[in-house]
């Protein structure tokens, strides 16, 4: 798997595999199966109430811990007690330490939650810490009144919300960005029917989903895709394998719609909704 380097001697798998809206034995046996299946990078959240079950799926693949990259996140609700809530993640995945805690959400007390994960960082609990849902205003603000740079950015990244301006401060910041949603989360179909991405799926024998992908990870986006499906987990895996040229990148650059499904942290009505979570 192919690797890209997040903060001082710290690799991060290019491609991982998410698990919102996975639970129980459902979640379990998908993150088994996507460790057999050769993922290395496993992404959680503390809201999404599956740390558990992602900690028995791991077990239950035999990995070696030191061969996996465990990425979780701090919900904006546990800011004020970002230690505990750590620990706990320790606890329900079944290990001594993470390679990444995300906050969440620029929501609530960040500068303090974001001192805590500082902390246990130099213990050596967390070996990279990071955003998600960050904009490039909170970012460079986050910046300047911290002692470190956030490694990666969580953020919606897909062929209808490419990030291009975000991505361009993130990367003058030094901070990697990270695509959730890649797929569209399922509710952006359209994606997998553009007739530039089914095109491009018939000239390299590839499906639109692998087209999708391969768009993200080649700009070196690191790109975590959800799947319960052996066979997706598969194709979603092997996406890595092709390139595109600079013409067929630039007719996928030129559908980017600018807008993310799940809305910015700066929207009011986002925040406003966000409250009630
Ligand atoms: P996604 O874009 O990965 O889409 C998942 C959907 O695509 C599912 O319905 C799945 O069945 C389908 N799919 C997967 N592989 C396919 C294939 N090869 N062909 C056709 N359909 C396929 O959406 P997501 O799960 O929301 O995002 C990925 C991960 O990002 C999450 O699981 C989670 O770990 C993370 N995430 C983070 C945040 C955040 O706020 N930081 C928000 C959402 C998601």
Redesign the pocket.
């Known amino acids: 798997m192919q690797k890209i380097e997040i903060a001082d001697g710290i690799e991060m798998p290019l491609l991982g595999f ?4 996975m639970m129980g034995v459902e979640c379990a046996q998908a993150v088994n199966e996507a460790i057999c299946a050769g993922y290395r990078l496993i ?3 503390e809201a999404y109430g599956n740390e558990e079950a992602v900690g028995e799926g791991i077990a239950k693949s035999g990995i070696s811990r030191n061969d996996l990259f465990l990425v979780t ?1 701090v919900n904006f609700r546990s800011y004020d007690h970002v230690r505990s809530t750590v620990e706990s993640s320790l606890d329900k995945l079944g290990t001594n330490y993470l390679d990444m805690v ?1 906050l ?2 620029p929501f609530g007390d960040v500068y303090g939650a974001w001192r805590e994960l500082e902390k246990l960082h130099a213990e050596g609990v967390v070996r990279a810490i990071g955003v ?2 960050f904009d490039p205003d909170r970012l460079i603000d986050l910046i300047e009144f911290n002692r470190i740079t956030p490694a990666v950015n ?1 953020i ?1 990244t ?1 062929l209808f919300c490419q990030r291009v301006d975000e991505r361009k401060w993130m990367q003058k910041l030094g901070v990697a960005p990270m695509a ?7 509710n952006r179909p359209e994606m ?1 029917v553009m007739p530039q991405v089914t095109a491009l799926a018939e000239t390299h024998g590839m ?1 639109p ?1 692998q087209i999708l992908l391969r768009f993200l990870t080649q700009q070196d986006i690191a790109t ?6 052996v066979a ?1 987990m598969n ?2 895996l092997d996406s890595i394998d092709f390139d595109l040229d600079d013409a067929e990148m630039k007719s996928l650059l030129a559908l980017d719609r600018v807008q993310p499904n ?1 809305g910015r942290a700066s929207d009011p009505e986002l925040v406003q909704f966000a409250m009630t979570w």
């Open positions: 998410g698990t919102y809206q992404d959680t959240a996140k995300l969440h959400w998600s849902n969580q919606e897909n959730y949603a890649p797929l569209g989360q399922g997998f499906t989903a975590i895709p959800k799947s319960t499906h997706h194709e979603n799940i």
